[in-house]
């Protein structure tokens, strides 16, 4: 398997635009992450899915942020409209379980809002 | 007081050395995950382990469930090793199970 992979790995974007990461789990994991990473706050977990489905967006920061995840081997993390604030490292991981099993993380998408 | 601490900020290093890095966590946890990133690069999995200590080639990681407390170890550190290493613990329970609570990383610098 290639890991996770996130698309694009950078994205530069103008305030108010709509701006979409992409994310492809590893074969067979059941659970995936959506993380953002800054300077400021470190790692966050924004929003998780399990067998497709959102468990917990407790960490989605507003309403301009949703995540989809139509099958097991794609997901969307979208920002409309976007922000500078907004400019982070955006994580993908997934995982076989919860528990005490590995988490695997793509590259990241390092997104610029200017 | 965040739930997962990690000492020190920043490490510098110089090559040949033994390096320690702290995490300590306040959480009841099922795993504790030492992560690494290169600059610029993307996170990788070091670590999980849930009681007693792992070794992988120069690095050894250790955790004290009753201390709460973990550290990673870097035997003969090299100047490939500088990098962000972060400490992940796993909810063990409530409405945040499963989730990972992250420490600030730790910024180690190793010179030639």
């Known amino acids: 398997d290639a890991g996770v992979i996130q698309s694009p790995r950078h994205e530069v974007t103008e305030m108010g635009q709509e701006v979409t990461l992409r994310c492809k789990p590893i074969s067979g994991h059941d659970y995936l992450f959506w993380y953002r990473q800054t300077m400021m706050r470190g790692l966050e977990l924004l929003i998780y899915?399990?067998?497709?489905?959102?468990?917990?967006d407790s960490g989605m920061p507003e309403d301009r942020f949703s995540a989809k995840m139509p099958n097991a081997s794609f997901s969307t993390l979208k920002i409309q409209p976007s922000e500078p604030r907004d400019s982070a490292v955006y994580f993908c991981a997934s995982s076989a379980g919860l528990a005490d099993t590995e988490a695997f993380f793509g590259q990241g998408t390092r997104l610029t809002v200017v | 007081k965040n739930e997962v601490e990690q000492s020190p900020q920043n490490l510098t290093a110089q090559e040949g050395e033994f390096i320690t890095i702290n995490c300590s966590y306040s959480v009841g946890i099922s795993a504790l995950h030492w992560l690494q990133q290169h600059p610029g690069g993307g996170i990788v999995s070091l670590f999980m382990l849930s009681s007693g200590k792992k070794k992988h080639g120069r690095l050894i990681a250790t955790i004290n469930i009753q201390e709460k407390h973990s550290s990673l170890h870097i035997t003969a550190s090299h100047p490939r090793d500088s990098a962000v290493y972060i400490c992940?613990?796993?909810?063990?329970?409530?409405?945040?199970?499963?989730?990972?609570?992250f420490g600030q990383g730790t910024i180690l610098t190793v010179h030639p």
């Open positions: 899915f399990n067998n497709n489905v959102p468990i917990d």
């Open positions: 992940a613990a796993r909810n063990a329970g409530g409405t945040s199970y499963g989730k990972l609570t």
